[in-house]
């Protein structure tokens, strides 16, 4: 009977186990179905499903991470869409509900060298710095009603991939640009120029590696600076960025310079240096353009202008042309004196066109260095892609 006793003892003890052990799965499961409940309710699957869609969003080439941070939980959408080829394009849009605006964003990528392939940079854009070659565009005196509007642009030079059969070739590349309409941001915050200038880069060198190219990527980008005005000026004396080295104390002296307006240093699409009289009253522009910030028909305009070393411009137009690698492939370096008839109202004397033609090569030389291209000379050059 203790035998019988103990087995029924342990049937019972049994049962009773297993009792408990459904209990336990059956309120593990209820807890589950509630939960999926909370989260289904409470908007958690549809901000998953949108994660896991900007995730995947144009190809898998949108940089995902910094764009959430920019946009700060806003529900956007995004498309791809592409032009016969000859550009690719992400858009993402939507409405922020939130801020009462709307949310207009665009990265388009172009092949380096391409006609249609013309950057909207400038000789004012900060520099993105960290090992970039790109500019940003924000004006720090915009309205507050402006300051969710900005612009970046970037070349990016590729390698081909080692046993790539297609796509581009060793020393080619990609231009790169953003534009921002965004009612919730704020392009005044360092913050938010950072996180544009990382969906940037890291959109552009997605694609790039996507078609068979190694890009020539920077650093993290962990500051931008903000564009330059005309009334941006200083005096020339305590110049540091892109007009430093142009000229000498005398020449200055002489041109009547006394002002400057320039960007801080580092390579973009677009460079430049303002000399100025008084006030900031403009003198001489000095500009360098590098690859697809050089429009198809600028090239041809200044191609017909080049002159040799010795020859005279009655206006004082002098070009330099330098060859340089990756996505940059052909530079211009040009100086242009201000001709509305200020120059003329100052004490500058008439233009000094040796001591004006070697300020432009010394501007150029600087520059072309800065992006290893060629030294600077007066006879057009034609990239391989020509």
């Known amino acids: 009977m203790s035998g019988e006793t103990g087995a029924a003892g342990q049937t019972v003890e049994g049962f009773r186990r297993r009792r408990r052990i459904r209990l336990a799965a059956g ?14 309710l409470s908007g958690g699957w549809d901000e998953w499903r949108h994660d896991r869609a900007l ?3 144009c190809d898998g080439a949108l940089a995902a991470g910094p764009l959430r941070e920019l946009l700060g939980g806003a529900e956007v959408t995004a498309e791809t869409r592409l032009d016969a080829g000859a550009w690719w394009q992400c858009r ?8 009462d605006g709307r949310i207009d964003l665009r990265v388009t990528v172009d092949e380096a060298g391409d006609r249609h392939a013309d950057l909207e940079s400038a000789a004012t854009d900060a520099p993105l710095g960290h090992g970039w070659t790109g500019g940003f565009t924000f004006d720090p005196d915009s309205r ?97 960025g892109s007009c430093a080295g142009l000229l000498d104390a005398p020449t200055a002296a002489r041109w009547g310079v006394r002002t400057a307006v320039e960007s ?15 006030q900031g009253a403009p003198l001489y522009a000095f500009e360098a353009q590098y690859g697809a910030a050089l ?3 600028e090239r041809e305009e200044l191609r017909d202008l080049t002159a040799p070393p ?31 008839g200020t120059r003329a109202a100052t004490s500058g ?26 030294a600077p000379g007066t006879a057009p050059v034609y990239p391989d892609i020509d």
């Open 349 to 374: 004397p008439a233009l000094d066109h040796p001591a004006l033609r070697k300020a432009l090569r010394s501007f150029a030389a600087r520059s072309a260095q800065t992006h290893g291209c060629t």
């Open 295 to 297: 429009s198809w028909y």
């Open 264 to 278: 801080a240093p580092g390579p973009k699409p677009t460079e430049g240096c303002t000399l100025g009289g008084l």
């Open 55 to 57: 995730d995947s969003a």
């Open 144 to 240: 507050s009603d402006d300051r969710g509007e900005a612009r970046a642009s970037l070349l990016l030079g590729c390698a081909a991939k080692p046993g790539a059969e297609s796509g581009a070739e060793s020393g080619a590349g990609i231009s790169a640009e953003v534009t921002a309409r965004i009612s919730r941001a704020d392009f005044a915050l360092p913050e938010t120029r950072t996180r544009l200038a990382a969906v940037l880069t890291g959109t552009a060198s997605a694609f790039a590696r996507q078609h068979d190219c190694a890009p020539a990527e920077g650093e993290p980008v962990r500051e931008v600076g903000v564009s330059v005005n005309a009334w941006d000026y200083r005096p020339f004396a305590s110049v540091s």
């Open 310 to 340: 010795t020859h005279v411009d009655p206006k004082g137009h002098y070009v330099l042309w330098a060859k340089c690698p990756g996505a940059a492939q052909l530079a211009a370096y040009t100086v242009t004196p201000d001709d509305s």
């Open 27 to 40: 309120l593990t499961a209820g807890a589950v179905l509630v939960a999926g409940g909370v989260f289904w």
């Open 92 to 99: 993402v849009s939507g409405a922020d509900r939130e801020k």
